[in-house]
């Protein structure tokens, strides 16, 4: 099957301070990447769906201003979390569509702000 | 609007005590229903597609089946490593790029 690789796995940062995680699509090109948040025994919450050279279409309640998306180009999308603070803290997952079949998720990034 | 319901919500099975998740779904035109499993810390792993009804997709103890409503995804004599959460998730024709997710089934399976 296709492979998303995001990138880092876990991190932690500090108040105040911006983070990035990476998503890759290894052997695909993906026109479509998507970021979700997920919460503890809660299932995915959808932020933004990002499409390759287009800027990323946010789903109501999500702060693009503080979750940066850039799609640069068809196999990597970045998120960016500006200034996180420690209710930021949670599990990001990104997914990435071939085309017109099913998508494929990454690993996920664990992300603790102190 | 565009809906999936997945039951139950939590099962707890005996090692090899078969049984089924359900998934129901309400969507403008099925572009394809697709099976998920996902580890405690993992992203999800995707497991099938379905494209219409009558359809069914088997690896290994799971077999995944579809109606015009609703998908199965029966599990046949499980073991403990069959636990994880399982997501069903449906793409509408009304949006190329509109994935709608369930709020999973989380399954423990018991030695």
């Known amino acids: 099957g296709a492979v998303v690789s995001q990138h880092p796995s876990w991190v932690i940062c500090k108040s105040g301070t911006s983070v990035k995680i990476e998503c890759r699509s290894l052997?695909?090109?993906?026109?479509?990447m998507f970021w979700y948040r997920q919460f503890p025994k809660q299932s995915l919450m959808l932020m933004a769906t990002?499409?390759?050279?287009?800027?990323?279409?946010?789903e109501q309640g999500v702060e693009k201003d503080k979750f940066l998306i850039n799609h640069a180009s068809l196999t990597l999308s970045t998120l960016t979390v500006t200034s996180a603070h420690p209710e930021d803290s949670s599990f990001y997952i990104c997914?990435?569509?071939?085309?017109?079949?099913?998508?494929?998720f990454g690993q996920g990034t664990r992300l603790t702000v102190v | 609007e565009d809906q999936v319901t997945q039951s139950p919500e939590a099962l707890r099975l005996q090692e090899g005590e078969s049984s089924s998740l359900n998934c129901s779904y309400t969507?403008?035109?099925?572009?394809?229903l697709f099976w998920y499993r996902q580890d405690p810390g993992k992203g999800p792993e995707f497991l099938f597609t379905?494209?219409?009804a009558g359809e069914e997709k088997e690896k290994e103890r799971l077999k995944a089946t579809l109606t015009k409503k609703e998908s199965f995804l029966h599990i046949t004599a499980p073991k403990p490593e069959d636990s994880a959460t399982y997501l069903c998730?449906?793409?509408?024709?009304?949006?190329?790029?509109?994935?709608?997710f369930g709020s999973g089934t989380r399954l423990s399976i018991r030695p």
């Open positions: 997914s990435a569509l071939p085309g017109d079949t099913e998508a494929f």
């Open positions: 998730a449906v793409r509408p024709y009304s949006s190329a790029s509109k994935i709608i």
């Open positions: 052997d695909f090109q993906a026109t479509t």
């Open positions: 969507v403008s035109g099925l572009r394809g």
């Open positions: 379905l494209y219409s």
């Open positions: 990002s499409n390759e050279g287009s800027k990323a279409t946010y």
